[in-house]
């Protein structure tokens, strides 16, 4: 009873704020979830919810700046065309909250869009991160407020902000053995003095006609620095932009930080963004956290989460988990098929399923399952989704797996 008076004076609390709301949007609803008040301009059908980051000072030039002047994080809603809602927002970040929000913010269906300043020497650094999406209302409306609720928790537990991502990187001389991260990324690495670059080019044209390639930047490109068990990585993703939010994902689950999405060039087509990044770890899982995302760039490895692989599995899809055989003995998903990736026969065997029913693969770690999606492709599969982090990430979510009798 209590928590229904408290949304009916929430609601009543922000009804002066908003006038003449369009009946198909549920003004209210968006202000509710939200937890903020919100503005209506009925000229454009938009309901505006704002949230101005006033809990920490902002200087900017050596000026401390009111949220006025532009640290005011906002989220638009306006009736959806296709579908009922469509969300876009820009939120008001600190660098050490940029990621994890990032993450609550895709995990809840937004799309990132962009990340980037908008000021010189401020103090704390201050980072836009642009959004949207389309779908209920309900879902966007709590995927905005998962991204506001993972800001304060960041901010509730360290009220400073930090300026690092973790443990000083600060190793004695650089000792990268490039001939593993060559076997996981399946190119050459140029090397120098420890470290190791691998440079992969893509190709866009300009209005003249010139190409824009490898070696006039438009590459992906990964450099690694450190030993092998303690590393560094930062580089650049050049996706398309239908490419974007899946990379994204792919690197965030992986653990690899993003610190700019933005574009380097006007009028190029097909358009290409670029989103940098920087992580540490052991190097290998480093290069293997990248190749993931290089196959789901290509847009042959749909990675889904263990909930929405369970969900598609119990529904009647095909599973297939492309483990060698022993690997499959000792634990798989239930009603898998075993189709190693790696045999002589995986196309001709994979070739003979049913192309009208989603596949599902899974492997242990991802890696060999998002390979496996890319030659389903190749056949002529057009519904494959690849298990992200595996068989691992799926018993972790509390699944139990199947194991054959010696």
């Known amino acids: ?55 920490l000072p902002v200087s900017v030039d050596g000026w401390r700046m009111p949220p006025f002047m532009g640290l005011t994080t906002w989220a638009g809603f306006v009736e959806g065309k296709k579908v009922e809602t469509m969300v876009a927002g820009d939120l008001v970040l600190f660098e050490d909250e940029v990621n994890p929000v990032m993450t609550a913010a895709l995990e809840g269906g937004l799309s990132v869009t962009a990340l980037h300043n908008h000021f010189f020497f401020d103090d704390p650094q201050v980072y836009f991160m642009h959004i949207g999406g389309e779908g209920t209302t309900e879902k966007l409306a709590g995927a905005v407020k998962a991204a506001l609720a993972k800001q304060k928790e960041i901010r509730a537990a360290n009220p400073k902000p930090g300026r690092a991502f973790g443990p000083a990187f600060a190793p004695g001389t650089n000792a990268i053995n490039a001939a593993p991260l060559e076997s996981s990324i399946g190119q050459k690495a140029q090397t120098k003095d420890g470290m190791a670059k691998f440079v992969i080019g893509r190709e866009t044209k300009m209005p003249c006609g010139c190409a824009m390639t490898k070696e006039m930047g438009v590459n992906t490109w990964a450099a690694f620095a450190g030993t092998d068990d303690n590393a560094a990585v930062d580089g650049d993703f050049a996706v398309r932009e239908g490419e974007l939010q899946p990379v994204l994902r792919s690197l965030r689950n992986a653990g690899i930080n993003i610190v700019a999405i933005h574009h380097h060039m006007t009028h190029e087509e097909p358009r290409i963004l670029f989103l940098h990044y920087w992580g540490r770890g052991p190097a290998l899982k480093l290069a293997d956290s990248l190749r993931r995302a290089l196959l ?58 049913d192309k009208s029913k989603p596949v599902l693969v899974n492997c242990h770690a991802g890696i060999r399952g998002a390979r496996a999606a890319a030659l389903f492709s190749d056949l002529g599969f057009t519904n494959i989704m690849n298990l992200d982090g595996g068989s691992h990430a799926w018993e972790a979510a509390g699944h139990k797996p199947v194991k054959q009798r010696p």
Do not use: Y
């Open 1 to 55: 009873m209590k928590t229904r008076l408290d949304a009916l004076l929430f609601a009543c609390a922000i009804a002066p704020l908003i006038t003449a709301p369009a009946a198909a949007l549920d003004t209210n609803r968006i202000a509710q979830i939200t937890g903020l008040p919100g503005t209506w301009t009925a000229s454009e059908g938009v309901f505006k919810v704002t949230a101005p980051r006033n809990d």
């Open 296 to 353: 789901v760039q290509k847009g042959v490895a749909f990675n889904v989460s263990p909930a929405d692989f369970e969900q598609a599995r119990v529904a009647g899809a095909t599973v297939v988990d492309v483990c060698t055989a022993k690997e499959f003995a000792a634990g798989h998903i239930p009603g898998a098929l075993n189709l190693d990736v790696n045999g002589p026969d995986f196309a001709a065997q994979a070739a003979k399923l």
